[in-house]
């Protein structure tokens, strides 16, 4: 009688783990335990064809470029043009700690979508920022601080031996580096 308890209790133990550990993140988070370059351009890839494009009865083409990112700590930033949907922007890629609509405190991927004219507004206001405080910013490099608030994406420039952006974006706080940057800024000014 014993025994049949024990393995009850273990039986409802792997059955309870397995139902909690069933957690589907939605707005845009995509649940993943480690960083990992090529799963962040796979999941933008599949973010940008179901949360950005979307569904397509017939074959539709579109261009992505990845902009640079190595850790978990950076934005990624994706280029895409899409002719036949009549779509262009810029994906900002997040890995780092959110909290699931269930209330789980998870890790994974968060994309912001930033069709065209907002990826330019965002890139013009972050360099003109840039240009026009860069003498405040490096006049006491570890305390002064500019920031501002772009649609939903608060954006801190700093200066610790070099000009620093950092996104915050929902729960995401990550860097992105000043190549990234003038990679997409410089991808933009071409269209």
């Not at 308890?5 to 335990?33: E, H, M, W």
């Not at 609509?101 to 003109?128: D, E, M, W, Y």
């Not at 405080?133 to 610790?160: A, G, M, P, Q």
Request: net charge positive; glycine share 6%.
């Amino acid at each position: 009688m014993e025994k049949m308890k024990v393995r009850f209790l273990v039986v409802s133990l792997l059955v309870c783990n397995s139902l909690i550990a069933q957690v589907t993140p939605g707005d845009g988070f995509v649940y993943y335990k480690e960083f990992n370059k090529d799963v962040l351009f796979s999941k933008a890839k599949a973010f940008l064809i179901k949360d950005v494009l979307g569904s397509s009865e017939v074959a539709v083409q579109f261009e992505i470029e990845p902009l640079s990112t190595t850790t978990a700590k950076e934005v990624c930033s994706i280029a895409y043009k899409s002719d036949g949907k009549a779509k262009e922007g810029l994906l900002l890629g997040f890995y780092g700690d959110y909290w699931t609509s269930t209330g789980v405190l998870t890790q994974g991927f968060g994309f912001k979508n930033l069709p065209k004219v907002k990826a330019i507004g965002l890139l013009s206001v972050i360099t003109r920022t840039i240009d026009e405080r860069k003498d405040y910013i490096s006049k006491d490099s570890d305390n002064n601080n500019v920031y501002f608030v772009y649609d939903d994406i608060t954006v801190l420039i700093y200066n610790s031996t070099e000009t620093k952006i950092r996104i915050i974006w929902k729960s995401f706080d990550a860097e992105w580096s000043l190549s990234a940057f003038k990679s997409a800024l410089k991808r933009f000014e071409k269209t």
